[in-house]
């Protein structure tokens, strides 16, 4: 009878043990999640990419698409967002020493961080479907992108020190005048350069194009004293930046 209770206490044992393997959230084979393991393995899978855990994904994980939406369009999201431009204040107030010979420079890009694309993808999936590059340069061209208040805000506070905006995009050439149009439009005003891919920049990645770009400023004798951007691919690679900071956004990669 020992004999069998031992038994019997060893496969409960397994049995909790296969049940805790399938609430394990980096188990992606596991099968009928109930909404709180299911909400935790999404919220998991979000962080990892905000972390660069995640890279080079094509689409978000079908059954996270509702959680990215949800996230994407919450308050959580705009906290997020307003904490990490807190943040890039706190560190000009006391970082950078401002030379103010014209060569102190301030690096931005523009889709999710000074111009959000939400709208967009709240009608084509929010990033659970591939994307159809020629419908979004359609929407781009109708120049109706808001906005990113938080972003707007600081914009204008380090123009107003004295330091040189330039706008770094992975946003094609062809898109200029609609991509000049809507940041007016949104509000924005009075950056020294707007670098956008051209044909000869197409074999590059997100990274290698966003450098050179980079290295130009400072050959032409720029300090590039901070970068913002959505994308790791903005804030990443040499030359650098005194400091960079990363915006929210786990829609979609960039490499």
């Known amino acids: ?31 009928n999640r109930d909404a709180s393991s299911l909400k935790i393995y999404c919220e998991s899978w979000r962080i990892n990419v ?25 308050a959580q999201y705009t906290a997020d967002s307003e904490r990490a431009m807190e943040e890039v204040r706190l560190h000009v ?8 010979d014209g060569k102190d420079a ?38 109706k992108a808001p906005a990113l208040d938080h972003a707007l805000k600081f914009f204008h506070e380090i123009k107003d020190k004295g330091v040189k905006i330039f706008l770094i995009s992975s946003r094609s050439e062809t898109l200029r005048s609609a991509t000049v149009e809507n940041l ?19 074999f590059m990645k997100v990274q290698q194009y966003k450098s050179e770009a980079r290295r130009a400023l400072t050959k032409e004798g720029y300090r590039i004293w901070g970068i913002v951007g959505d994308q790791w691919s903005s804030v990443e690679g040499l030359p650098g930046a005194g400091r960079t900071f990363k915006l929210p956004n786990s829609m979609y990669y960039l490499s």
């Not at 007016?184 to 197409?202: I, M, V």
């Open 1 to 31: 009878m020992a004999r069998n209770l031992v038994f019997i206490l060893a496969l409960t044992s397994l049995c909790i043990g296969l049940a805790a393997a399938d609430w394990n959230i980096l188990n992606k084979k596991s099968k």
């Open 184 to 202: 007016f439009n949104a509000g924005y005003h009075g950056w020294s350069g707007l670098t956008l891919r051209g044909l000869e920049d197409d």
């Open 93 to 100: 107030s006391s970082c950078c020493a401002l030379q103010g």
């Open 50 to 74: 905000e972390l660069n855990n995640i890279k080079d994904f094509e689409v978000v994980p079908q059954e996270c698409v509702d959680h990215i939406k949800h996230y994407m369009t919450s």
């Open 106 to 143: 301030w690096i931005f890009d523009v889709d999710d961080t000074l111009l959000s694309t939400i709208p967009y993808y709240k009608k084509h999936g929010f990033g659970g479907v591939k994307l159809n590059a020629t419908s979004f340069e359609a929407w781009m061209k109708q120049s």
